[in-house]
């Protein structure tokens, strides 16, 4: 359950994480639920406003806070404004924490060179273990590399059966930057695709399972929200079966370059 990667800086990140990202309310419930359920890393953001949910739950569970990976991320107003180490410094309070597993750029919006920048400075101080960014395509990826010290650890992106896109994927996996999965369901738009729903009767899973354990199987961490104990559950039994390479290509055929969210080289937010 608690399979680890081990990222650039080396330091190791659990391959499953719980998404919070609109989980409003319930926030603190899921993050329970999921850490007893075996969940040992948390992907939140400033923008979520649920910071403090979340590192309320943290301290709740019991679990020392070094065996929990907690990620949260840059919103766009400070990254446009220069606030990168004010705004670490205000998720840390809302988080209750001293330092952050991994610090995430949200958007590629204007300056995040420099945020990236401020970024490698609060990892030199400990405040953050890991700097990554997410939303990048290979164009951003190229931008930034061009122009900082450390490569980024880690790159968040849309990535689900129907949203695949490959340049970026070729390009982190070839860079050594781990990829991880947001909406890896689609926001549930996926789960009821005829060609899942065959592989998932074949091993008497859930689709919303076959689609994870395909991300894992293409070395890709996974994200999935939900603020359902059974389902927190589901999204972390992935270890119990395999995909045949021919259930992969199944899966890989399936992309429709078609985003849940917004596109990272279009949007206004
Ligand atoms: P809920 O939070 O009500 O359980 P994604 O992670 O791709 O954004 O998808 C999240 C959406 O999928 C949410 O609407 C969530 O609903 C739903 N979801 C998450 N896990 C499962 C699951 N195992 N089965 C069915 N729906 C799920």
Not at 78 to 104: C, E, F, H, P, W
Not at 201 to 230: F, G, M, N
């Amino acid at each position: 359950q608690n399979t680890k990667v081990k990222l650039c800086c080396c330091q190791k990140m659990p391959i499953i994480a719980l998404g919070v990202w609109q989980s409003g309310k319930d926030t603190k419930q899921a993050v329970l639920d999921a850490l007893k359920a075996g969940y040992r890393h948390i992907d939140t953001a400033a923008c979520y406003g649920n910071e403090k949910a979340v590192g309320e739950a943290v301290k709740e569970s019991g679990i020392p806070r070094e065996d929990i990976f907690i990620t949260t991320k840059l919103w766009n107003d400070d990254i446009r404004a220069g606030n990168t180490r004010k705004a670490l410094l205000t998720s840390l309070q809302k988080l209750q924490m001293d330092y952050v597993d991994l610090y995430l750029i949200h958007w590629p919006v204007e300056g995040y060179v420099e945020a990236y920048l401020e970024m490698e400075k609060l990892k030199e101080e400990g405040l953050v273990k890991s700097i990554g960014v997410s939303n990048f395509r290979k164009s951003h990826l190229q931008n930034l590399l061009s122009q900082v010290h450390k490569i980024p650890a880690v790159n968040q992106i849309e990535i689900n059966p129907q949203m695949q896109d490959e340049e970026t994927i070729q390009f982190c996996q070839d860079n050594k930057i781990v990829l991880e999965a947001w909406s890896p369901l689609g926001s549930g738009a996926c789960l009821h695709i005829p060609g899942i729903q065959m592989i998932a009767d074949k091993y008497h899973k859930s689709t919303a399972q076959i689609i994870l354990r395909w991300l894992l199987q293409r070395h890709i961490v996974v994200l999935p929200k939900s603020v359902h104990k059974e389902r927190i559950e589901e999204n972390i039994d992935l270890f119990d079966f395999e995909l045949t390479k021919e259930e992969m290509e199944i899966m890989n055929a399936l992309n429709q370059n078609k985003r849940t969210g917004p596109d990272p080289d279009h949007f206004d937010f």
